[in-house]
């Protein structure tokens, strides 16, 4: 309730301005219409009209006291101050002055608050003069502890006004801040699919690139192994698709996922490297696999990440290696460290298309993600080369969680 209370009060500043006047403006017309109902012959000062000009000089520049305090305080105080001159007694309107005064303490610097309240103590102190010929300093201190009470309650309310505002500044600031970082997760989350999709796909197509051209040639001379080829193109079609529906899947919610009945197998790992590798020769790569040292219990992302090198780097040799191309994977555990090679004797960095492409940038991510390093060129004696440095152990599993 309070929160839309604010909320309108800060949408129609004007109408919140005339309802907390509307008070003082309803005692200063009744003041008005008592003097000219009973006027009263020993009192001195100005005629009706005189008050009058001085009720609207007072009481209509406080309107817009949120918008100019400072102008509107000199207005009220060269007036109050005119009046003094002029002899004319202090009348119910000067109250004007506390509101002004108010009105900076609560909206101005503190500056600007200590010199309004020094001038409103002035005019108490020039009223007093002007209303009592003997000094009376008790009412003099009770009125001028009233105005004081009045400036310390517009230096608070400045005070918490600052402190709300910066509160919702704060709010404000961290709401961008947490919007900011759910773009910079989902741009994040973006790229690390579009890595995945790539190695996939790219896998994938170019072994049934690879099927299809040599069942092209073959469906003549040798029925039987065209026959082969266009079993492993399915095959190979076919793994494509369920990897893609398994990471597209991801996407989707929990309750979409149970309502189409789908489960989601695992990533794929260390386990599924001779299956990659049997798949890769049966393209037509021959690839000898290499294990050096003890196998070591690796994270399933670090599992995955030399899982996915492999693949792409595989992917690389069948593509622009050449005929009769072989590949080399070899791994080798070491105390601190994983040291992945994969090497083919084929054209390499000279194939046409080859150099630079997404699939080196995304294994660099992948091994950098991880605390590790690759590093991709040809070798000096013809091929292309691809080595991996994983850490393991305690630094594997830190750096993976």
């Known amino acids: 309730m309070f929160g839309r209370l604010r909320a309108w009060s800060r949408r129609r500043p004007g109408v919140v301005d005339a309802l907390w006047l509307a008070p003082f403006a309803l005692a200063c017309l009744g ?177 049934i690139i690879v099927q299809a051209d040599g069942a092209s040639y073959a469906i003549d001379s040798a029925p039987e192994d065209a026959r082969e080829a266009m079993r492993a193109i399915s095959t190979t079609g076919r793994q494509a698709l369920a990897e893609m529906r398994r990471m597209v899947g991801v996407l989707r919610t929990a309750a979409e996922g149970a309502a189409a009945g789908e489960g989601y197998a695992p990533q794929p790992g260390l386990s599924q490297l001779e299956e990659l590798v049997a798949q890769v020769r049966s393209s037509g790569l021959p690839v000898d696999f290499r294990v050096v040292g003890v196998p070591q219990d690796l994270p399933e992302g670090e599992q995955l990440t030399v899982y996915r090198i492999v693949q792409e780097a595989l992917t690389n040799a069948l593509k622009h290696g050449g005929p009769g191309t072989g590949a080399v994977v070899e791994m080798e555990y070491g105390m601190r460290e994983l040291v992945l090679r994969v090497s083919d004797d084929g054209r390499g960095a000279a194939a046409p298309g080859h150099p630079g492409g997404h699939g080196l940038v995304g294994m660099r991510e992948r091994a950098a993600l991880f605390g590790g390093s690759l590093e991709a060129g040809p070798r000096p004696d013809g091929g292309f080369r691809v080595v991996a440095r994983l850490p393991t152990g305690e630094a594997g599993r830190s750096r993976a969680a």
Not at 50 to 62: H, T
Not at 140 to 155: L, R
């Open 31 to 207: 003041m008005l219409l008592v003097l000219a109902l009973r006027p009263d012959p020993h009192r001195s000062g100005p005629a009706l009209w005189g008050y009058l000009v001085l009720g609207l000089l007072l009481v209509v520049p406080l309107f817009w006291r949120r918008s100019r305090p400072l102008t509107v305080f000199a207005i009220v105080s060269v007036t109050s101050f005119g009046q003094w001159l002029s002899g004319t007694e202090p009348a119910p309107f000067n109250v004007a002055v506390l509101i002004a005064m108010y009105a900076v303490a609560s909206l101005c610097s503190l500056r600007w608050a200590v010199a309004a309240g020094l001038v409103a103590e002035l005019g108490l102190a020039l009223s007093f003069g002007q209303l009592t010929t003997v000094p009376d300093p008790v009412s003099f201190a009770s009125a001028s502890v009233f105005v004081v009470a009045i400036w310390i309650a517009g230096i608070y309310a400045n005070t918490r006004r600052r402190y709300l505002e910066s509160l919702e500044e704060r709010a404000e600031r961290a709401e961008r801040d947490r919007d900011q970082r759910a773009q910079l997760a989902a741009a994040a989350e973006r790229a690390r699919i579009a890595r995945e999709l790539h190695d996939v796909v790219a896998h994938n197509v170019s072994v």
